[in-house]
């Protein structure tokens, strides 16, 4: 079965520092892999996708993430973290079953950001 | 910039209670979801509606559970007799083609809390 882990629960970094949440997938063809962000009282926002092509996929707000299908993993990514990027992130991996691709997420890594 | 909705933001019940849920997808969009996130766990897919019917949906989406698109606007997920364990944050999401190849959007959420 299809199946995203997010092993980090809670991060926290210092403003400007450098960032990469983890993403783990399971899944047994090509994947649909996404990121979204959901800061408080926002719904769930769309960071980056990945399709096909180029693993390493640019973003919104200075996010990348790079798909490594070897290690079945979808990292994002970003070089200096601001403090308005403290939020909520999910990573999701596209179902292909049926004619509507719902999502499957993982369950979300909560990012602090001291000043 | 176009935005999904969702009324109200919190709603309280008590169990054994109808409620219903509301969406405004963007305007252009054919193609609608729910998806709730129970405190603590994953975000999971409830529903997927397209031209006026279900395409979609999960286990949890049992005979207690129905969708309606009632008018050209709104998109409603109701439930008939809640649950305490349907306490929950609601998503409604929307996008103009399936799943994958497009964006879906997503809304604030409304929070159920069941007493």
């Known amino acids: 079965a299809q199946s995203v882990t997010q092993p980090d629960i809670h991060i926290t970094v210092s403003e400007g520092a450098s960032l990469e949440l983890r993403c783990n997938y399971s899944?047994?063809?090509?994947?649909?892999l996404f990121w979204y962000v959901q800061s408080p009282g926002q719904g769930l926002q769309l960071l980056l996708k990945?399709?096909?092509?180029d693993t390493l996929v640019q973003g919104i707000k200075g996010f990348e993430a790079e798909f490594k299908r070897s290690q079945s993993s979808f990292n994002l990514r970003k070089p200096s973290v601001h403090w308005s990027d403290a939020a909520e992130y999910f990573c999701?991996?596209?179902?292909?079953?049926?004619?509507?691709?719902?999502?499957?997420w993982g369950l979300g890594t909560s990012l602090a950001v001291n000043p | 910039e176009p935005e999904v909705t969702q009324t109200p933001s919190h709603q309280v019940t008590q169990m054994g209670q109808e409620v219903i849920l509301r969406c405004v997808p963007i305007?252009?969009?054919?193609?609608f979801y729910w998806y709730r996130q129970i405190l603590g766990q994953k975000v999971e897919f409830l529903v997927s509606?397209?031209?006026?019917?279900?395409?979609?949906k999960s286990e949890i989406f049992d005979d207690q559970f129905s969708v309606e698109r009632p008018d050209g606007s709104n998109f409603t997920l109701k439930i008939r007799s809640t649950k305490l364990e349907d306490s929950a944050m609601y998503f409604c999401?929307?996008?103009?083609?399936?799943?994958?190849?497009?964006?879906?959007?997503f809304g604030p959420g409304t929070r159920l809390t069941v007493l």
């Open positions: 999701a991996v596209a179902s292909n079953a049926g004619n509507n691709r719902k999502l499957i």
């Open positions: 899944y047994g063809a090509t994947p649909y």
């Open positions: 990945y399709f096909s092509g």
């Open positions: 305007s252009n969009h054919l193609y």
């Open positions: 509606f397209y031209n006026n019917e279900i395409s979609e």
């Open positions: 999401a929307s996008s103009d083609l399936a799943g994958i190849y497009n964006e879906q959007f």
